[in-house]
Nanobody
Framework: AGQLVESGGGSVQAGGSLKLSCVFS????????MSWFRQTPGNEREGVAT????????YYADSVKGRFTISQDNAKNTVYLQMNSLKPEDTAMYYC??????????????????WGQGTQVTVLA
């Protein structure tokens, strides 16, 4: 079975940066999409960014465009989320997730097959 493990969360002052990592294993799809989501208590989960595994297709939520960058290291089976110019409203639990198939423009609506346990990001005002 597939497994995803996130790391890199923490507390940072507004305007600062953090880099999240998601190491995945046991995912054998020919084609797959890895995404980052975030959620705060009482709110729906929000799609943040997505990347085609082994490819170049990426999509971002409007709220993070220009500030966040998703990337991957195929040799390490790792997907990253570089977060710059962080704002207090970026505070959330961040999850990575994997789904079989192409990364499409409605990537956040897909039924993801695998989820990590989450890593907390807190941005202090």
């Amino acid at each position: 079975a597939g497994q995803l493990v996130e790391s890199g969360g923490g507390s940072v002052q507004a305007g600062g940066s953090l880099k999240l990592s998601c190491v995945f294993s046991g995912i054998t799809y020919t084609r797959s999409c890895m995404s980052w989501f975030r959620q705060t208590p009482g709110n729906e989960r929000e799609g943040v960014a997505t990347i085609r595994v082994g490819g170049f297709t990426t999509y971002y939520a409007d709220s993070v465009k220009g500030r966040f960058t998703i990337s991957q290291d195929n040799a390490k089976n790792t997907v990253y989320l570089q977060m710059n110019s962080l704002k207090p409203e970026d505070t959330a639990m961040y999850y990575c997730a994997a789904v079989e198939g192409a990364c499409t423009t409605n990537w956040w609506r897909k039924q993801y097959n695998y989820w990590g346990q989450g890593t907390q990001v807190t941005v202090l005002a």
